[in-house]
């Protein structure tokens, strides 16, 4: 199913970013040097004057080739505009996950182990205020308190300008601590929801049958919670594992805009903003395929889970 999926995926886009106003030739009617002969010499150059049917196919024909084309901003090819920014982008995202399993399976353990107790209700205060807030309301408090009041951490960016002349280990600090802000800012939603997702899991699992035999055979209770409750409940989890792509890639526009992060978010957004289809269209397609990748692995994260779930 990944292919169509991919294909329906890259007609709506097309569809929607051509349906939109304004065109990419819009900047020059502006300008009085620029007369309408021109205009149209430039609507057939970049073949905005077929009709969109014929437009989508004949993109569709170059995309089966790997052939993006090229960009109407600056005639650079779209594949190596996306090859510098995908970097960046994944960089931000692996360190994104990294932050909310490590911090939201073991809030999630806690607050299951601890259900009704004064630490299960104070983690759930603080998670519920992290997932309420929008996260873009988090990047702009964390932005003006640590950055701006307290000078910690730099705001926009991803590296320092006096990045190229410094010794190795710096250089490694510096890209820290340009990530900070924006990793944080990104994790504060899906942590609260991931946390908040293996807790009810594992309350789930808690009930079972065999919990309670394996309890009563005198199995640890470290060994029951960590070995037999936490990879029963790690079922669903891979279920929201592939929920949480989608979110992730679409949500690194708006924290690459506000952080000034140079990965594909905000490319796309200039991308945009300057009504250049080709590399939204680029774009598009490349966080399609990972979006389908993250989701094709969390159906074979079903049967490493659990062999019982196999599919024919």
């Given at each position: 199913?990944?292919?169509?999926?991919?294909?329906?995926?890259?007609?709506?886009?097309?569809?929607?970013?051509?349906?939109?106003?304004?065109?990419?030739?819009?900047?020059?009617?502006?300008?009085?040097?620029?007369?309408?002969?021109?205009?149209?010499?430039?609507?057939?150059?970049?073949?905005?004057?077929?009709?969109?049917?014929?437009?989508?196919?004949?993109?569709?024909?170059?995309?089966?080739?790997?052939?993006?084309?090229?960009?109407?901003?600056?005639?650079?090819?779209?594949?190596?505009?996306?090859?510098?920014?995908?970097?960046?982008?994944?960089?931000?995202?692996?360190?994104?996950?990294?932050?909310?399993?490590?911090l939201a399976i073991p809030i999630g353990i806690i607050s299951a182990v601890k259900h009704n107790k004064a630490i299960d209700k104070i983690l759930a205060v603080c998670v519920f205020a992290g997932y309420s807030v929008p996260a873009f309301v988090v990047a702009l408090i964390l932005m003006m308190y640590f950055g701006v009041e307290l000078g910690w951490l730099p705001v926009s960016g991803m590296v320092s300008i006096n990045y190229e002349f410094l010794p190795f280990w710096s250089k490694v600090a510096d890209i820290a601590s340009h990530l900070v802000l924006p990793a944080v800012s990104t994790a504060i939603g899906g942590l609260a929801f991931l946390s908040r997702y293996l807790r009810s899991s594992m309350l789930e699992v808690i009930k079972q049958d065999y919990i309670k035999a394996a309890r009563a055979r005198g199995i640890p209770e470290k060994s029951l919670v960590l070995v037999h409750t936490l990879r029963n409940a790690f079922i669903p989890m891979i279920t929201v594992f592939g929920l949480l792509l989608p979110a992730l890639i679409g949500g690194s526009v708006v924290f690459e805009t506000i952080f000034s992060w140079p990965g594909m978010g905000r490319l796309a957004y200039e991308a945009i903003m300057a009504r250049d289809y080709p590399v939204v269209m680029g774009i598009g397609v490349v966080m399609a395929v990972l979006t389908l990748i993250g989701n094709f692995l969390a159906d074979i994260g079903y049967a490493a889970a659990d062999p019982r779930i196999r599919y024919e």
């Open positions: 199913m990944m292919i169509p999926v991919l294909f329906g995926i890259t007609l709506i886009t097309f569809f929607v970013m051509h349906l939109t106003p304004g065109s990419p030739v819009d900047g020059l009617m502006m300008s009085p040097e620029v007369d309408a002969g021109a205009i149209l010499r430039l609507r057939e150059t970049y073949g905005l004057d077929r009709p969109l049917h014929i437009q989508y196919f004949s993109w569709l024909s170059r995309v089966a080739t790997l052939n993006f084309g090229s960009s109407f901003r600056d005639g650079r090819k779209v594949t190596l505009k996306i090859a510098e920014r995908l970097p960046a982008t994944i960089l931000l995202n692996v360190v994104y996950l990294f932050l909310i399993f490590a």
